[in-house]
């Protein structure tokens, strides 16, 4: 076996000390890993800086030693080996601060959604968070994330108002469309693959009062929620956001066990408000089927990651998705699919309403622009090896079913290891976006998650 010598990162370790982890670290297995363990990645080293200084110190190491950088804050959204290149955990950025006046927010690159949902209670404010509290706000506002808002306010990256970001040339300085507006156009949903982002600012929305929780119904009433939900959101206010989904509960040690086994269907609103309209639609949601559990209520913004019940702990999983358009009889062909002998590997299978702000050319441009989609419906799997043959199958026959309803996209942040950004976005502004990279890293010296290709 041929060793390559890194010479800079070995003068460098000298430096960071515990904060640079190579193979043979007793940390080393859980330094590389990624929230999603299903994905190897085998890098040459994992860097995590403490300030501006170190991180600058790490870029100049890989420059010299000729090696690239890949940047992961907490893990998510991992989809190639990162064989010989460096990664960046920029955990160490943690500063958040509020403007309530001006509704702004800046957000350092390792701070993740609920702290920053901690930070907005008793604000009247909220920001374009996703389902899940764990993941970063930076990372998943940069590649264009879907928020329980974005019927409003369309994508999270639309209210990115400015960068603070380290290019190739090592310069570190906040970036603003006044200043460089193609960067921030591509900043707005391929934001991982142009330099190392330290912190954003955000917009933040007002939100004198939120209703929203969980609908739990029994699995017999799969079909009719789930046309519900979408009947739903063809006549909701876009001040709702709304998702369903059906889960097969396994039968684990890790699952609660009182729904070991079983399946349950759940339909998730959140509201910016708390309208007499929206309450007449979750209720014709209710008498779709017999009501198990109901949480749907006042909520605090601090709350709002627990509406979806994600699960916190990273863990191995096989994902797909498509933007559709579902009508009652695609809904009926997926479902059957799903519950076929072919489809039992996938355990989930979702679908969110869009919709509203997202069908309109967000306010500030980006390569994350107009969805005329109303539906993305996605699917989840346990992630071991031993079944990815079974899951792969299971997955082309729900792609099947749909039909024509299903489309050849999907959002970013749903993209699976080996998609490139062109599964999400638009040809055109994929080749945009790569003649940016071309130009802010001539060098390819940042490795982002996805390719520009």
């Avoid at 010299?64 to 080996?81: E, F, K």
């Avoid at 500063?95 to 006046?101: H, K, N, P």
């Avoid at 929305?205 to 009433?221: I, K, M, W």
Wanted: proline fraction near 6%; hydrophobic fraction near 50%; glycine fraction near 10%.
């Amino acid at each position: 076996m041929t060793v390559t010598a890194h010479p800079a990162l070995d003068a460098l370790a000298a430096r960071l000390g515990g904060r640079l982890i190579r193979r043979g670290d007793e940390r080393w297995d859980s330094a590389r890993a990624p929230w999603n363990r299903a994905v190897e990645q085998r890098p040459i080293a994992v860097a995590t800086p403490a300030d501006v200084a170190e991180l600058q110190a790490v870029l100049a190491a890989a420059r010299a030693d000729g090696v690239q950088l890949a940047v992961q804050p907490a893990g998510h959204g991992a989809s190639r080996d990162l064989e010989g290149a460096v990664l960046v955990r920029t955990t160490a950025f943690d500063t958040l601060s509020v403007d309530t006046d001006a509704r702004t927010a800046r957000l350092g690159a390792g701070v993740p959604w609920g702290r920053v949902l901690g930070a907005l209670e008793g604000t009247g404010l909220v920001a374009m968070a996703g389902s899940s509290p764990v993941v970063t706000a930076t990372a998943f506002t940069l590649s264009g994330g879907h928020s329980w808002f974005a019927r409003s306010f369309g994508f999270a990256s639309s209210s990115l108002r400015a960068v603070e970001l380290l290019t190739a040339d090592g310069r570190h300085r906040w970036v603003r469309d006044a200043d460089e507006p193609e960067l921030m156009w591509a900043m707005r949903g391929a934001g991982g693959a142009f330099g190392v982002v330290t912190a954003i600012e955000i917009d933040l929305h007002a939100a004198p009062a939120l209703t929203g929780g969980r609908l739990v119904f029994a699995a017999s009433d799969a079909a009719a929620v789930l046309r519900a939900v979408v009947e739903a959101g063809r006549v909701a206010p876009q001040a709702l956001g709304l998702h369903a989904s059906v889960v097969r509960i396994p039968d684990i040690e890790q699952a609660p066990p009182e729904l070991r086994g079983t399946t349950i269907v759940t339909a998730e609103a959140v509201e910016l408000g708390a309208s007499a309209e929206v309450a007449a639609v979750l209720d014709r949601i209710r008498a779709a089927g017999a009501v198990i559990a109901d949480t749907i209520g006042p909520l605090d913004v601090a709350r709002l990651g627990t509406v979806a019940d994600e699960p916190t702990d990273p863990m191995p999983g096989f994902g797909w998705s498509t933007l559709a358009r579902l009508d009652d009889a695609a809904l009926d062909r997926l479902l059957t699919a799903w519950d076929s002998p072919e489809g039992r590997p996938v355990m989930g299978l979702s679908l969110r309403v869009l919709g509203g702000a997202l069908a309109a050319e967000p306010a500030r441009p980006g390569i994350a622009g107009a969805v005329q989609e109303p539906h993305l419906v996605s699917g989840h799997a346990i992630g071991v090896p031993e079944a990815a043959e079974g899951v792969r199958h299971a997955f082309a026959a729900l792609r099947a079913a749909l039909g024509t309803a299903a489309s050849d996209r999907t959002f970013c942040t749903f993209l699976q290891p080996g998609d490139p950004y062109s599964a999400a976005y638009a040809r055109t502004g994929v080749v945009r976006a790569a003649r940016v990279k071309a130009t802010i890293d001539p060098e390819d010296r940042f490795l982002g998650n996805r390719d520009l290709v």
